[in-house]
């Protein structure tokens, strides 16, 4: 099996010892990505809804580059600083899947990278 870092300048880049994505055979296994624009790497105020639609994008473009669509990726995790954001997260998160959906969990964690509102991670399987 190979393994491959995946990195494009269309999200934001890592702020950490980590990579936007690693490639293990057919899957993809994409890290947190919080609101953060790739073009300028400072965080995208905004409320929560324009929060998630930054994360997706961001998430989105990392999928495409290892040559996949949304419609690959299988699981994501939510977190979220304030729980009672799950609705308004939950509209976003929609316009991004087709049905099925990804299985999914969602938790609130005390605190976020950068004091955002959301973090999103997922697992993509990537056909040969």
Do not use: C
Request: no cysteine; proline share 7%; aromatic share 6%.
């Amino acid at each position: 099996m190979t393994r491959k870092a995946v990195s494009t300048d269309k999200a934001p880049q890592a702020i950490g010892p980590y990579s936007q994505a690693i490639q293990a055979g057919s899957l993809l296994f994409v890290s947190g990505q919080i609101p953060i624009d790739p073009g300028t790497g400072e965080v995208r105020a905004g409320d929560i809804r324009e929060q998630a639609q930054l994360v997706l994008n961001n998430l989105r473009a990392i999928v495409e580059e290892a040559g996949g669509t949304m419609s690959h990726v299988v699981k994501t995790t939510i977190f979220l600083a304030d729980l009672s954001d799950f609705a308004a997260v939950n509209e976003v998160y929609a316009q991004f899947f087709d049905q099925p959906p990804p299985a999914r969990a969602t938790v609130e964690v005390a605190a976020l990278p950068k004091g955002v509102g959301v973090e999103i991670e997922a697992v993509a399987w990537l056909p040969a």
